[in-house]
């Protein structure tokens, strides 16, 4: 109980003391903007002027003159600058792509992109918004997807085959790993109905980011909470196993639920978006449940050495008998 309130107390001292390192108008209201059109750009487009972008291209060729001049110079920014929104101008008869946007690395280094050009090439100058941009790339997603259950398949079959603890088949007496297993699962669940339902509000999270659940519209806060309680479930889980096993057997346990847990955020964040998911996590859930009262739990405690037992008769560990 002690450790659970420990938990908690972190959490809340976590979500409290964060700050973003980028300065922008308050992410869920447009009061700070005060021109019409800058409002309406802001909500469909969820950046304005004064921010913050951070180039990830190699390089990103700007044209000095505005758009609606002749453009006879040019300059280049290059992957790693930061470079801030200094205008944006609506182009109505520009067949490509309407907005211009205009980018300054520096008072010497700033120009016109079109904003098609622009996004793809940049991302938000905050770390949150940038793993999320990592974790977006489609070909990573297919290569870790592949990597992950392959060496989750091989990591489970060699620990079957050595008889070792393994979540879900041959568990130790804790309720935590089954627990982070489960919340693994929810929020892929959560991360892909987002996906399907919310995706303004995901690219509005992705430009504003927070890791504040009650400063987030209720659908994003859930989601952000799962997060957070897979990190405090996370710390209870590791301490827990390391406190039941000897090392070299918790460290091989660690290893095959991390392996379980990552199999998890694949098979659920792919299988939900084709609606798939949704049934799925409610049998997994009741097979996770059973499979840990039936098999996990332990009911008594050895009356020579104090150990839990999950039955009545020989201990296992100092071989007393108990009735």
Same mark, same amino acid.
């Given at each position: 109980m002690k450790?659970i309130v420990?938990?908690?107390c972190?959490?809340l001292?976590?979500?409290?003391?964060y700050n973003?390192?980028t300065?922008?108008?308050?992410a869920?209201s447009?009061a700070?903007?005060?021109?019409?059109?800058?409002?309406?750009?802001?909500?469909?487009h969820?950046?304005s002027q004064n921010y913050?972008?951070?180039?990830?291209?190699d390089?990103?060729?700007?044209?000095?003159q505005?758009p609606d001049?002749l453009p006879?110079?040019?300059?280049?920014?290059?992957s790693?600058?930061?470079v801030?929104?200094?205008?944006?101008?609506?182009m109505?008869?520009?067949t490509v792509?309407?907005?211009?946007?205009?980018?300054a690395?520096?008072?010497a280094t700033?120009g016109w992109i079109?904003?098609?050009e622009?996004?793809?090439?940049?991302?938000p100058?905050?770390p949150i918004?940038q793993?999320?941009?990592m974790f977006?790339?489609?070909?990573?997603l297919i290569?870790l997807?592949?990597?992950?259950?392959v060496?989750?398949?091989?990591l489970?079959?060699?620990m079957?085959?050595?008889?070792?603890?393994i979540?879900?088949?041959?568990?130790i007496?804790s309720f935590?790993?089954m627990s982070?297993?489960?919340?693994?699962s929810?929020?892929a669940?959560?991360?892909a109905t987002?996906?399907?339902?919310?995706n303004?509000?995901?690219r509005?999270?992705?430009?504003?980011?927070?890791?504040n659940p009650?400063?987030l519209?209720?659908h994003?806060?859930?989601? #952000?909470?799962s997060?957070w309680?897979?990190i405090i479930v996370?710390?209870?889980?590791?301490?827990?196993?390391?406190?039941?096993?000897?090392f070299a057997?918790?460290f091989l346990?660690l290893?095959?639920?991390?392996a379980v847990?990552a199999?998890d955020y694949?098979?659920f964040s792919i299988?939900?978006?084709?609606?798939i998911g949704?049934?799925?996590?409610?049998v997994? #859930?009741?097979?996770a449940v059973l499979r840990?009262?039936?098999?996990?739990r332990t009911?008594?405690?050895?009356?020579n050495?104090?150990?839990e037992?999950?039955?009545?008769?020989?201990?296992d560990?100092?071989g007393a008998?108990?009735e």
């Amino acid at each position: 109980m002690k450790r659970i309130v420990f938990y908690c107390c972190f959490l809340l001292l976590s979500i409290s003391c964060y700050n973003s390192s980028t300065p922008t108008p308050d992410a869920w209201s447009t009061a700070d903007l005060r021109q019409a059109d800058s409002v309406s750009f802001f909500t469909t487009h969820h950046y304005s002027q004064n921010y913050n972008f951070l180039v990830k291209a190699d390089t990103l060729r700007l044209v000095c003159q505005a758009p609606d001049e002749l453009p006879f110079d040019s300059v280049t920014v290059v992957s790693g600058n930061c470079v801030v929104v200094a205008d944006i101008m609506i182009m109505p008869n520009d067949t490509v792509d309407s907005v211009w946007v205009k980018i300054a690395r520096d008072q010497a280094t700033q120009g016109w992109i079109r904003e098609a050009e622009m996004l793809p090439s940049v991302e938000p100058d905050d770390p949150i918004s940038q793993f999320i941009d990592m974790f977006s790339d489609t070909h990573l997603l297919i290569f870790l997807a592949f990597a992950i259950v392959v060496s989750a398949a091989y990591l489970l079959r060699r620990m079957m085959k050595r008889h070792a603890h393994i979540v879900h088949f041959h568990d130790i007496n804790s309720f935590y790993p089954m627990s982070l297993a489960l919340l693994v699962s929810v929020s892929a669940v959560l991360y892909a109905t987002i996906q399907l339902f919310g995706n303004e509000s995901w690219r509005h999270f992705y430009y504003h980011p927070s890791l504040n659940p009650f400063d987030l519209p209720f659908h994003l806060g859930i989601f #952000i909470t799962s997060v957070w309680a897979i990190i405090i479930v996370g710390i209870a889980t590791v301490d827990d196993i390391f406190r039941k096993l000897p090392f070299a057997d918790a460290f091989l346990y660690l290893g095959g639920l991390m392996a379980v847990c990552a199999a998890d955020y694949v098979v659920f964040s792919i299988s939900t978006l084709y609606y798939i998911g949704y049934p799925l996590l409610v049998v997994y #859930i009741v097979f996770a449940v059973l499979r840990y009262i039936r098999h996990s739990r332990t009911k008594y405690n050895c009356g020579n050495c104090g150990r839990e037992i999950k039955r009545m008769g020989k201990c296992d560990y100092c071989g007393a008998i108990n009735e």
